[in-house]
């Protein structure tokens, strides 16, 4: 079984369109995470949620926003898609504190904005 | 804002040699460490991990060194085997669960 898993693996779209990234985690954990991978493989935090809070890099843009429609679910939309957004989006899940703070990260979604 | 860097972007090794991956960080009130291995077209994978109270810690084939007096940590790779190669990224987290990942090493083993 996946533990990480997310939708679609790769999309390709226009600029100004509205599109969603779907990610589920099947490991129980509380906290979910999506990154952006950028072309020379760098990896910044867009949004940390858990139960009780949601964590925001205040240098993503509000076009971007998390929905979690329960625990295993965390999944990104974006609004009004610009050319500077293709990159890979990872979606990662993680326990909140205890023994291990490693986190699982999906397989990625490439996206690509013409 | 604090950050997490490699010293090398890309390590280019023969099979069959020891690597060593380097990592500086410089927030001095991390308590954890990790490193993940990302392969070509996937997500970053867990490797080996470690606590501030600590200054080394094994795993299979794979040693991770922390000093803390110079904030840096390394991953040794004994025996590179040509399925080590991917980019590798340290992470460190301060208290909380959301970590900092340094730029990554990219490791290239020759056959």
């Known amino acids: 079984d996946t533990a990480v898993s997310q939708t679609p693996k790769y999309l390709v779209t226009q600029m100004g369109n509205d599109k969603s990234i779907k990610c589920e985690q099947n490991l129980g954990h509380d906290t979910m995470y999506w990154y952006k991978q950028d072309s020379k493989k760098f990896l910044k935090i867009m949004f940390s949620?858990?139960?009780?809070?949601?964590?925001i890099n205040e240098t993503v843009p509000n076009r971007f926003s998390p929905k979690s429609p329960d625990k295993a679910h965390l999944n990104l939309h974006i609004n009004s898609l610009e050319l500077g957004d293709s990159a890979v989006y990872f979606c990662a899940s993680s326990q909140a504190g205890g023994a291990g703070r490693e986190q699982f990260f999906g397989p990625g979604t490439r996206l690509t904005v013409l | 804002g604090e950050s997490v860097g490699l010293h090398l972007p890309t390590l280019s090794v023969q099979e069959g040699d020891n690597s060593i991956i380097n990592c500086a960080y410089s927030?001095?009130?991390?308590?954890?460490f990790i490193w993940y291995k990302q392969e070509s077209g996937k997500g970053p994978q867990f490797i080996i991990d470690?606590?501030?109270?600590?200054d080394k810690r094994q795993g299979q084939r794979v040693t991770v060194l922390l000093n803390k007096t110079v904030k840096h940590l390394s991953l040794q790779i004994a025996a590179t085997q040509p399925g080590d190669s991917a980019v590798y990224f340290c992470?460190?987290?301060?208290?909380?669960?959301?970590?900092?990942f340094g730029r990554g090493t990219s490791l290239i083993v020759h056959p």
């Open positions: 927030n001095s009130a991390s308590d954890y």
């Open positions: 470690i606590r501030s109270n600590m």
């Open positions: 949620y858990n139960n009780k809070e949601l964590i």
């Open positions: 992470a460190e987290n301060e208290g909380s669960y959301i970590p900092t």
